[in-house]
C-alpha cells in the first residue's frame, strides 16, 4: 500500500529530514512504493502541489529538490503504490481542490461494482472535478460533499470539530455502500482500507481506516528549544491542555526525537488553526 506524510506546525518548518535524510525517510520508503510521489505544501495560505507519476527514490533529483525547499505550516506528503488506476499524474496523490488537499492510504474492495452508487453520493458541483481513475480521488470529493454541508469549503478558517464531524458522517455513509473497512493492517492489498489526511492549509484531518497510522505532538529534545519563540513545555512532553506546536502523522515512525503514538482504528485526529488537539473515533 501506499505512505502518507503530514505536518502542521505553529511555526515555517522543514521537512527535509522527514521526506529525504532520516534512516527511514519517505525517499527511502519508495523502493516499495514506486508508483508515484506527490508534495503538497502551503505559501502565505495557497497550496502548491508537485507530483511525478515516477519513483521517489533516493536517486529522484526533482524529489530531493522539492523536500529541500518546502519550507511550510502545512504540509502532505504520498508515496504511491497503486491498488486502482493506471501509473499516470491524474491518479497520483495528493488530490486538491480549492484549499483542500487529500492523500489517501488503501483501497476500496470490488471498486468498479460500487463505484456507481459512490459517486451517485457526490455533490453534483464536484463531480465534473474527478479527473482521474482512482477510488482515492473519488473519496476525496465524496468527503467534500459532506463538508460542503456543514461549511463553506472555500473558507480558510474551519472549526476542526465541523471537519470531524462532516468526516465521520462522510465514512459512515461510504461504509454503508462499500462494507466495514479492514480493522487489520496486512489484511491483504484487495480489502478496504480508508486511512487519509486531509487538509487547508490550516484545519489538518487524519483518519486510520485500517492502514497503520502515527503522530507525534512533541520530541524527546527540541534541537531549537533555545532559541524557538513558539518553545513551550507541550514541545518536549504531553500537552496538559491539548494545545501543541506540532503535529505529524507518518505511514510509519520516523527515525529521530519525535515521540511517535499508534492511531487506532476508526481514530479521527484533527487539529484548526488554534493547534488545539481533537481525538473521535467513527463507529463502523
Not at 29 to 44: C, F, I, L
Not at 110 to 134: C, Q, Y
Not at 271 to 277: G, R, V
Amino acid at each position: 500500500m501506499c505512505r502518507l506524510f503530514g505536518f502542521r506546525s505553529v511555526i515555517l518548518s522543514q521537512v527535509h529530514s522527514s521526506l529525504v535524510s532520516a534512516d527511514n525517510a519517505l525517499a527511502f520508503q519508495s523502493n516499495k512504493h514506486p508508483d508515484g510521489w506527490g508534495v503538497g505544501y502551503y505559501v502565505q495560505g495557497t497550496p502548491h502541489i508537485i507530483k511525478s507519476s515516477e519513483s521517489a527514490a533516493i536517486k529522484s533529483n526533482l524529489f530531493k529538490k522539492v523536500s529541500g525547499v518546502v519550507s511550510s505550516q502545512t504540509v502532505l506528503a504520498h508515496l504511491r503504490n497503486s491498488t486502482q488506476g493506471d501509473n499516470t499524474l491524474l491518479n497520483t496523490h495528493p488530490f486538491q481542490f480549492g484549499q483542500w488537499v487529500f492523500a489517501h492510504n488503501g483501497n476500496i474492495k470490488d471498486f468498479d461494482k460500487v463505484k456507481s452508487k459512490i459517486t451517485a453520493r457526490i455533490n453534483p458541483e464536484l463531480k465534473r472535478f474527478i479527473l482521474g481513475e482512482t477510488d482515492s480521488e473519488i473519496i476525496f470529493f465524496y468527503i467534500l460533499s459532506y463538508l460542503m454541508k456543514e461549511m463553506d469549503i472555500s473558507q480558510k478558517n474551519c472549526e476542526a470539530s465541523k471537519v470531524i464531524k462532516a468526516s465521520k458522517e462522510a465514512i459512515k455513509s461510504l461504509v454503508e455502500i462499500i462494507g466495514p473497512f479492514s480493522r487489520i493492517d496486512d489484511n491483504g492489498e484487495t480489502e478496504t482500507y480508508l486511512t487519509f489526511l486531509l487538509t487547508n492549509g490550516e484545519t489538518m484531518v487524519a483518519h486510520q481506516g485500517g492502514k497503520n497510522l502515527f503522530y507525534s505532538t512533541y520530541k524527546t529534545k527540541c534541537g531549537d528549544r533555545d532559541n524557538c519563540p513558539s518553545f513551550t513545555d507541550a514541545c518536549e512532553n504531553p500537552s496538559v491542555d491539548g494545545y501543541i506546536n506540532h503535529l505529524i502523522f507518518s505511514s510509519e515512525p520516523l527515525s529521530g526525537e519525535n515521540i511517535w503514538l499508534p492511531m487506532k482504528v476508526g481514530e479521527i485526529i484533527a487539529i484548526d488553526s488554534d493547534m488545539k488537539i481533537i481525538l473521535e473515533s467513527v463507529d463502523q
